[in-house]
């Protein structure tokens, strides 16, 4: 049997009018604790963005999603988070917001491969 560590993930939703309440995913964001991992990958749809609201700035939302992504990474595209490890910055990312692009509800899972684990969550859960 494989050694299998726990992970945690949230769906990254897009939320284009956040009086309506209705939301898409987005993205995945995926940590690790055992291995000091945290990873997102995101994929907007802009057929279902501009189903729920004609008007959206898409430009917006895609740079918001690509912030994403640069919080996981650390460094200059991390913003205040640069200097957090890996844990930190999970915790910042799926803190509640009521903005566009806002984190899903935390769930856990065993794995041998989190960044696998990433992508398989994207292609099941996103895409």
Request: aromatic share 6%; glycine share 10%.
């Amino acid at each position: 049997m494989t050694d299998r560590d726990v992970f945690e993930y949230a769906l990254v939703r897009v939320v284009p009018r956040v009086e309506r309440g209705e939301f898409f995913n987005a993205g995945v964001v995926v940590y690790c604790r055992a291995k000091s991992f945290v990873a997102a990958r995101t994929h907007l749809d802009e057929t279902k963005l501009r189903a729920l609201d004609p008007g959206a700035d898409v430009t917006g939302v895609r740079a918001a999603l690509h912030a994403v992504e640069g919080v996981c990474l650390g460094g200059e595209d991390a913003g205040q988070a640069a200097r957090d490890d890996a844990g930190r910055r999970f915790r910042w990312l799926i803190a509640p917001r009521s903005t566009v692009v806002q984190p899903g509800p935390v769930h856990t899972g065993l794995t041998a491969d989190p960044e696998g684990e990433v992508e398989r969550l994207l292609d099941l859960l996103v895409r």
